[in-house]
């Protein structure tokens, strides 16, 4: 699963498990980004999606990458899927507030937990 420029991925079959390579994204890649992790349910047969936010905060536009959060969770769930974020940090966590969208989103520690999740 390699020839992604944003994202690493580990499969813990049957959830993908991915991870930024950067924590700073421009706007442009913020847009890329979407368009790679939607790719894995057309590439991979990806239903299950795990996406961890830390260890490190990223730095980006929040309101641009929380709409496209927003999206990939939409397009998982309407395959039948799911998403989980992991990591995820205070200040990350803080943006999620404020948009009123931390009730949106499942949010477990690890991959091991996103896995636990997907597998109850």
Do not use: W
Not at 19 to 45: A, F, N, V
Not at 67 to 83: D, E, M, P, T, Y
Request: hydrophobic residues 40%; aromatic residues 10%.
């Amino acid at each position: 699963m390699n020839g992604y420029r944003l994202i690493e991925i580990e499969c813990r079959d049957p959830v993908f498990c991915v991870r930024l390579k950067h924590t700073r994204l421009e706007e442009l890649e913020i847009h890329e980004l979407g368009e790679e992790l939607r790719s894995l349910s057309d590439r991979h047969g990806c239903r299950f999606l795990a996406m961890s936010l830390g260890p490190q905060t990223p730095y980006c536009l929040y309101s641009v990458f929380l709409s496209q959060l927003v999206s990939i969770r939409n397009a998982f769930l309407k395959l039948g899927g799911g998403f989980v974020l992991c990591e995820v940090g205070p200040q990350t966590l803080s943006a999620f507030s404020a948009c009123k969208l931390q009730t949106e989103f499942v949010f477990v520690p690890d991959f091991a937990a996103a896995v636990r999740h997907f597998s109850a």
